[in-house]
């Protein structure tokens, strides 16, 4: 979200990390996503922006399944392993200025699933 707000551009995985993680680890409506990158993206295009938040989100009609949720730890040692981007914005990483988890993978994780499930059957 620093990249996001300091220079209107965000890498399209980092996009895809950020949308599932308000929509599936906070449980945030994707509207909500959708409508902040409206007003912050550089390169903003409707169907773009609209259609790629609801395939993160799980919803619409090219939604990713559901159950795909990122993990952005594993996300960011797969894509990169040696920190560059990451410490970029993020320069307290590892430090005790570092802030705790705002919610625990694992749980938002089952928490999401359990959601998700319960919904798609009681609609
Ligand atoms: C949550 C989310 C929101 C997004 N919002 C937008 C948006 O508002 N506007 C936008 O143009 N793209 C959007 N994208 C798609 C993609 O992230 C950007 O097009 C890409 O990051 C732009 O960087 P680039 O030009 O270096 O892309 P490159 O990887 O070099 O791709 C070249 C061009 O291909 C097109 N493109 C690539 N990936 C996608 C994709 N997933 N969906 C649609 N077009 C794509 C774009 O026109 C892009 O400029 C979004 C993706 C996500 C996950």
């Known amino acids: 979200m620093r990249e996001l707000n300091a220079t209107g551009f965000m890498h399209n995985r980092v996009r895809m990390v950020t949308a599932s993680f308000l929509t599936k680890h906070l449980l945030i409506d994707w509207r909500w996503g959708e409508a902040y990158f409206a007003t912050k993206l550089l390169d903003f295009e409707l169907a773009s922006n609209n259609g790629n938040w609801q395939w993160a989100a799980g919803t619409g009609c090219d939604a990713a399944p559901y159950f795909r949720i990122f993990n952005p730890a594993s996300q960011a040692k ?16 590892d430090t005790p200025d570092y802030p705790q988890p705002i919610v625990d993978h694992q749980f938002a994780r089952e928490r999401a699933l359990k959601t998700y499930k319960f919904a798609l059957s009681n609609n």
């Open 78 to 93: 797969k894509f990169d392993p040696a920190g560059v981007y990451v410490r970029k914005w993020v320069p307290e990483l």
